[in-house]
């Protein structure tokens, strides 16, 4: 039973670290990668649609994503969706492709971007401790039902501890490889 509350903690903080990993790839860092894109959406005729789902998004050289809608007459409503989105990104369109032109960072810029991977860091540190937080009430649950007895509690808590500490490691090893990536002149 407690073994049972173990794995799908763990499963649960897999996610976790693995979906904050996917924010870290969102976040610019002066080099052009398709996965900057991510987070757009677009009102394609009244329904909000992933970018990725209405174009070809590709890193055509190491500062440069270009964008090919697989429908023409959705390249103006890509277009403004990417200019109202906050990756700072400006679109230049010839009709056929949308070209972005990815910047040098500034060293304001960079000291923002870091502060945004931290708030994203933050948070998915914040989920793991709820993933710990609902399963510590699910151990005292079973040891108030008489399910298990106390020293099987305080193992299922230690064991949980352990899964919680090692997420929360990864999310910092995630999260300083991409601050140097970001800093990385």
Do not use: C, W
């Amino acid at each position: 039973m407690i073994d049972d509350l173990l794995i799908d903690a763990k499963d649960r903080m897999t996610k976790t670290v693995e979906s904050t990993g996917g924010e870290f790839a969102t976040v610019r860092t002066g080099r052009a990668t398709p996965h900057l894109l991510d987070r757009i959406m677009v009102d394609y005729y009244g329904a909000n649609t992933p970018l990725n789902q209405l174009a070809n998004v590709a890193a055509s050289e190491a500062r440069l994503l270009t964008v090919t809608p697989y429908d023409k007459g959705a390249m103006g409503l890509i277009e403004k969706a990417i200019q109202e989105s906050d990756i700072g990104l400006t679109p230049s369109n010839d009709g056929n492709v949308i070209r972005l032109q990815i910047p040098d960072l500034t060293e304001e810029r960079r000291k923002e971007m870091v502060k945004v991977v931290h708030g994203v860091a933050e948070d998915g540190r914040v989920a793991v401790r709820n993933v710990r937080r609902d399963v510590m009430a699910d151990l005292r649950e079973l040891k108030k039902e008489g399910e298990v007895g106390e020293d099987d509690e305080r193992r299922g808590e230690e064991a949980l501890q352990k899964l919680t500490d090692e997420a929360i490691a990864e999310i910092d090893s995630l999260l300083k490889g991409k601050e140097e990536e970001i800093l990385e002149v």
